[in-house]
């Protein structure tokens, strides 16, 4: 199974958005999946159901972070390199989607308890949200490609 269609599969599951995506990625580089997934666990709903950045960047970002961060963490040079692909997934994902708050993506406040249940009832995150996992792992795995970690 690729991994889009693994991030897509554990969402239906009942992953987050950000567990989605990272778990993937996480298991790829050593991590145990249940690891993973306690990791990720509150950065879905735009971290903790706040509805600021979308869960599946969040998740990303980790992902790109623990794929290719550097082990010298004096190495500016390769921090600002790693800022920069992080910076192209929020980018990309702004061009496609035209925001990246989740609050925003979604039209509701899952802080407040009539909209998370208005959101649970209507499914809109069912529906909306494998859409935004799926762009930010083919995002990741475009950058790895072309950073030749793929």
Known sequence: ???KDLALQRFSQGYNCAQSVFTVFATENGLELDTARRIAALFGGGIARSGEVCGAINGGLMALGLTLAMSDPTDSEAKDHLNQLGQE?????EA??????????T???????????AAKQSGVL?????????????????????????
């Open 89 to 93: 997934i929020i980018q990309r994902f």
């Open 107 to 117: 039209g509701l406040d899952l802080r407040d308890p009539q909209d998370h249940h």
């Open 126 to 150: 069912q529906n909306q949200c494998p859409e935004y996992v799926a762009f930010v792992v083919q995002s990741l795995e475009d950058i790895l490609e072309s950073k030749g970690n793929e």
């Open 1 to 3: 199974m690729n991994r």
């Open 96 to 105: 496609r989607f035209g925001a990246r708050h989740c609050r925003t993506l």
